[in-house]
């Protein structure tokens, strides 16, 4: 008798949820997510709100699998466990973390952790810098610039901290902890060689740019940010970010630069700007500790049963050169035909695949291709941003998961994709389960200059880039990536784009391993892997 309008309840969240986060005017129940804009990364997004509004956690993978509203009310009826309170409790958790003015000090996240480790073992190690590169033209003030940065350093608490120690609770050792100053930790500098010689002034900001990149930032001292900007010519600028990972990941970096541009604009017309940011990266590091690290026990079993007899080594053919450990990274870049740009679109709609899906068979089959392996373990990297009061804070949330992918046995694509497809879903769901703790429980071997268990990976950038400064600000900038110039893996391939954005790959390799036209040729091979097995599903053959 109850049954009923409890579904007619869930059926509207279920469509209230998917509008705000697919940004639709309507969703009709019938509608498919992926028709709709939807991908793997929206439905984490999808999950979390649907998990603060019931009270009770939602994996993705209920998203992915149930990809109409009508389809996921129903599947959230069958579930338990349902009520009324979770608003409630979810507002009165709000309202605590708000009162409570926060710690002067807390401890490192897991993923932190695993980065301040290594940056013991070798502090000159540069791909810890994530960096930001544009050229700018225009009215561009840099007074104006300082401030906005200022402003930002002030809104963002991971950016206003620097690493201590402390003694550990056994009263042995100590404990790296976060330090919150109380003034912005920030460098700011700007030089001018608008007069200079044309080829001096070149060379000039050729130099201050390789400085920049090139000079590790102090974790103990900090500030963990640096911003350059130079003036080359009338109207025409060089901006430079330089931001450690151990509080910022890609996703945090688009934050920066979209608060950075609001900042300047309120700063440009005399408004005081946002201020704080509500939600803080301590937050987060609280939530991990209290709540989200109950769950790693039973995840643990999990891992144990999936790599069980896992393969210890992928042998790949390599053309080994001396090479400066610090300098062992270049990329690969390729524009993705847009035939198969706009059947990788399809392929969701059609078959219910992601792109994680489709990229991590289509590697698996390239990795069988030039090394014969049948048993191949590829990191992905993930978002790690399953709150949504995560999305807009900065910080280091990213993690590394593991994918196995077999095709031992495997008759054809088809029968491929419905094994990688429950790998991409376990990848979804443990996406929190600390990186260093799967090491440790596989027993995988460490090395401090490359990372363990794989040594291959799998990016899929699905979250949307930042659509750049407003016209009335009255300048443009056209980002300028600098390519890698240290890699963890041996080879990485990245997937971005999507929607009304070209799709490009990437890949990232060890120059000390392989020669620049191999890697070039493995790329092209994997874009004809990934047409081949995207090509099976959306009407093709294969």
Known sequence: MTSAPVAEDLLCTATAVLREVLDVPEVPPGANFFALGGNSLLAVRVAGRLSRALGQRVPATAVLDHP???????????????????????????????????????????????????????????????????????????ALA??????????????????????????????????????????????????????????????????????????????LSRVALVRTAESRYRLELVVHHIVCDGWSLGILLDDFLDAYRCAATGESGPGSSRHRFSDHVRWEGEVESARWPALSERFARRFVDR???????????????????????????????????????????TRLTLGLAALGVLLHRISGADDVLVAVPVAGRVRPEDERTVG???????????????????????????????????????????????????????????????????????????????????????????????????????????????????????????????AEQYLLALDKVTRAVTGGTA
């Open 68 to 142: 109409t509203a009508c389809e996921l009310a129903r599947h959230l009826a069958g579930m338990g466990g349902v009520t009324g309170s979770g608003p409630v409790q979810a507002a009165r958790r709000e309202e605590a973390a708000a009162a409570d003015e926060g710690p002067r000090s807390f401890p490192l996240s897991a993923a932190q952790r695993r980065v301040w480790l290594l940056h013991d073992v070798d502090p000159e190690r540069l791909d810890h810098l994530v960096t930001a590169s544009f050229e700018v033209t225009g009215r561009f003030d840099a």
């Open 396 to 522: 280091l949330f990213v993690n590394t998961a593991v994918a196995r992918v077999r095709l031992d046995g495997v008759r054809d694509i088809r029968e491929l994709l419905a094994r990688v497809r429950e790998e991409a879903a376990e990848v979804l769901d443990c996406q929190t389960y600390p990186f260093d703790r799967l090491v440790s429980l596989l027993g995988a071997a460490r090395d401090g200059t490359r990372m363990p268990l794989a040594r291959v990976s799998l990016a899929v950038q699905d979250f949307a880039e930042s659509p750049g400064p407003d016209p009335s600000l009255g300048f443009r900038w056209v980002e300028k990536d600098p390519p890698e110039r240290q890699s963890k893996l041996d080879l990485a391939f990245s997937l971005s784009g999507g929607g009304t954005a070209r799709q490009s790959l990437t890949v990232t390799y060890r120059p000390s391993l392989f020669r620049r036209p191999t890697v070039q040729a493995w």
């Open 146 to 223: 300082r401030t906005a940065w200022t402003r930002v350093v002030e809104r963002h608490e991971a950016l206003r901290v620097r690493l201590g120690q402390l003694a550990g609770q056994d009263g042995e050792g100590v404990e790296p902890v976060q330090i919150v100053e109380d003034e912005p930790l920030t460098e700011f500098s700007f030089l001018d060689t608008a007069a200079l010689p044309e080829e001096v002034g070149r060379r000039v900001l050729e130099e201050r740019v390789q400085l920049l990149r090139g000079t590790p930032l102090p974790l103990e001292a900090g500030p």
């Open 311 to 353: 393969p210890e080594s992928l042998s790949l053919p390599t053309d080994p050169v001396p090479v400066d450990p610090h300098a062992d990274g270049d990329d690969v870049a390729l524009e993705l035909p847009q035939e198969l740009g706009a059947a990788l679109a399809r392929a969701g709609a059609e078959s219910g695949h």
